[in-house]
């Protein structure tokens, strides 16, 4: 009876819920599911990692390639993240070319990496104006359960943490190219950002880490990036208004969440220690 009243009338099945002060899943309004990381799964990829928030898991690879810089910033290589949503995920995402949602993530992913400049992209450059790495970053969401950035998020810059690339040689008067596959250095972080998600509701409601059920009946969305005590990002599909204590609400647990994020990401991209997790 209750999963028929639920997919007969399911905004009333959640306001049920949230009048008695609690979430379907048992969770309270502010508080986070559950987030595990594991990095290197992916043996074919220069680096990879997974990483899950509850169900919703995303897999990262990253595959670098060597290419000519853009005529705009000759002397600095560049990423290109994309963020795939297929049916294996979620009955609501059907075969075929990237879906808006899709792209709309990607894009979000890019704004995040480039906003919060974790990459000095001077440091993909082999050759000013001939030869620089480009990084291919794969998001592939194999689980959707709400939050899908966040995870993104997470196992990008999981991924990013243990990323090695071939030392290589170039010679600019021959163009000859020599790669070393064995000897590898590592590229460094700038800084380790982290996205937390909330829910609104009515104006005044709050809901931290949301699924993908109150994803689809909430007012709007409202997404911080922090790096450490940083805000580099605040994202806010749509144009509702959101109270300045909302805000602030907000914005409080992100830092803490991030702090908790950012240490998991630290010790599972150890050399000792290959994957993590936080309740």
């Known amino acids: 009876m209750a999963s028929q009243y639920k997919t007969i009338h399911p905004v009333k099945y959640l306001r049920d819920y949230l009048v008695q002060d609690i979430r ?9 599911r559950p987030v595990s990381v594991n990095v290197g799964a992916l043996t074919q990829a220069d680096s990879s990692a997974i990483f899950k928030i509850g169900s919703t898991t995303v897999v990262c690879g990253i595959k670098a390639e060597l290419a000519a810089p853009r005529p705009d910033a000759p002397n600095s290589g ?13 009955l609501k995402f059907r075969p075929g070319p990237p879906s808006d949602q899709a792209q709309v993530a990607s894009k979000m992913v890019d704004d995040i990496l480039r906003n919060s400049a974790a990459l000095d992209l001077t440091e993909l450059c082999i050759c000013s104006d001939k030869l620089v790495w480009v990084l291919y970053c794969d998001l592939i969401c194999i689980d959707y359960d709400g939050s899908v950035t966040d995870a ?11 990323l090695t690339l071939p030392e290589v040689q170039f010679n600019p008067e021959t163009a000859a190219v020599v790669v070393n596959k064995i000897n590898r ?13 909330f829910a609104i509701y009515d104006d005044h409601l709050l809901i931290a880490d949301p699924t993908d059920e ?21 994202y806010k599909p749509g144009g509702i208004s959101i109270p300045q204590d909302l805000l602030f609400k907000g914005l409080s647990r992100s830092k803490k969440r ?7 990401i ?4 150890t050399p000792s220690e290959r994957s993590q997790h936080i309740h």
Do not use: H, W
């Open 152 to 162: 993104c998020v997470g196992a990008l810059m999981a991924a990013l943490k243990t």
């Open 266 to 269: 630290e010790a599972a991209t």
């Open 214 to 234: 109150e994803e689809t009946l909430s007012k709007g969305k409202l997404c911080f990036v922090m790096d450490r005590e940083v805000l580099c990002g605040l």
């Open 24 to 32: 379907p899943d048992g969770r309270q309004f502010l508080r986070f």
């Open 78 to 90: 560049y990423f290109i993240p994309n963020v795939e949503l297929s049916p294996l995920c979620s």
């Open 185 to 197: 250095k590592t590229f460094s972080l700038k800084s380790l950002p982290v996205s937390t998600t």
């Open 258 to 264: 991030a702090e908790l994020i950012r240490k998991l």
